[in-house]
């Protein structure tokens, strides 16, 4: 399910069914690591829109969590650790974190939550075909992720 | 030549039905047409697909095959890529399957579990089609697979429709 007005209907009609939230994790900033972040903003919300197509009957996909990378570590660890409470309330079984901001990784243990880290591909010089290869690649690599998680539990 | 002889009341008779009719058909030949065009342009577009496959590399293992099509969202213009499983069966017939599950609408992955061999399996809910696209009952799906239409062209290559509903399973 995406966060769009028809499927969230549905999505509280099949709530039940649905244990799995999926939020990107976007940096943002205006410097010398803008272009890198903005490279993220098109690579990772393409991904887990690709995701979710595969998962909708289980997974619903929210807006991307944005901050901006100036933040302190404390503040951006403590808005993440809020959604994470929240989804909990809301019963989520697995809550999954996508990013390919280098912040986060070290920082995966801190959270009742999964941090899948990707490595961002700077896909703006790429011919669509292999565009696609690869990020096919990328996604079945996370799909096989998330299926082993559900199986686990 | 002819013993018959024409009249001149004939001859001007038959000319003027002719020119006539003539006008007639002029003025009636486009109202004809513009009324009937919804049913010519059905027959010409037929939104048919092509995948890129040729007919040769398709077997009775259901194939995945991805083909992409232009879609016009409101303002937004863009590239589609959808999926089909597709195999032949007995009779040689194309049968090209959507992967759609039709639960909650996750992908479904030809012997997508070990544990379910010759069978479609949705990771979300472990519900389970037949190679038919009939849902496997006591598994979440109330419905089978969608289909979709299926035709080879002239030139060997599979090209891929609507969705329409099973009509095998």
Redesign the interface.
């Known amino acids: 399910m995406i966060w769009s007005g028809k499927e969230i209907t549905l999505y509280f009609q099949e709530k039940k069914y649905i244990d799995t939230v999926t939020v990107p994790l976007l940096p943002v900033s205006f410097g010398e690591s803008s272009r890198q972040e903005a490279e993220q903003g098109e690579f990772i919300p393409l991904l887990t829109s690709l995701l979710e197509r595969q998962f909708k009957g289980r997974m619903l996909l929210l807006p991307p969590f944005t901050y901006f990378s100036t933040e302190s570590d404390e503040q951006k660890k403590q808005r993440l650790n809020d959604w994470v409470l929240q989804f909990k309330k809301e019963e989520f079984k697995n809550i999954i974190f996508v990013t390919a901001d280098p912040f986060w990784r070290g920082h995966e243990q801190e959270f009742d939550a999964e941090i899948i880290w990707m490595p961002s591909i700077p896909m703006e010089h790429m011919d669509a075909k292999y565009k696609q290869k690869i990020v096919d690649d990328q996604v079945s690599q996370l799909v096989k992720l998330i299926v082993q998680k559900w199986q686990a539990n | 030549m002819s013993n018959q002889r024409v009249s001149r009341r004939q001859f001007l008779n038959y000319t003027l039905t002719g020119v006539g009719g003539f006008m007639a058909a002029g003025m009636l030949m486009p109202m004809v047409r513009f009324a009937i065009d919804p049913v010519l342009t059905a027959e010409a577009g037929g939104d048919f697909v092509s995948t890129g496959t040729t007919l040769e590399e398709l077997s009775d293992v259901p194939t995945r095959i991805d083909f992409s099509y232009e879609q016009k969202d409101a303002w937004y213009t863009s590239?589609v890529?959808q999926t089909a499983w597709v195999y032949l069966d007995e009779q040689q017939n194309v049968v090209a399957l959507n992967p759609t599950?039709k639960?909650?609408?996750?992908?479904v992955n030809w012997e997508g579990t070990e544990s379910e061999p010759n069978r479609f399996f949705?990771?979300?809910?472990n519900g389970l089609y037949e190679k038919s696209g009939k849902n496997v009952p006591g598994t979440?799906p109330t419905a089978p697979l969608d289909m979709l239409e299926a035709r080879v062209g002239d030139d060997g290559i599979l090209q891929l429709g609507q969705t329409v509903p099973n009509t095998i399973a």
């Open positions: 590239e890529t599950c639960h909650l609408g996750c992908t949705c990771p979300c809910h979440p």
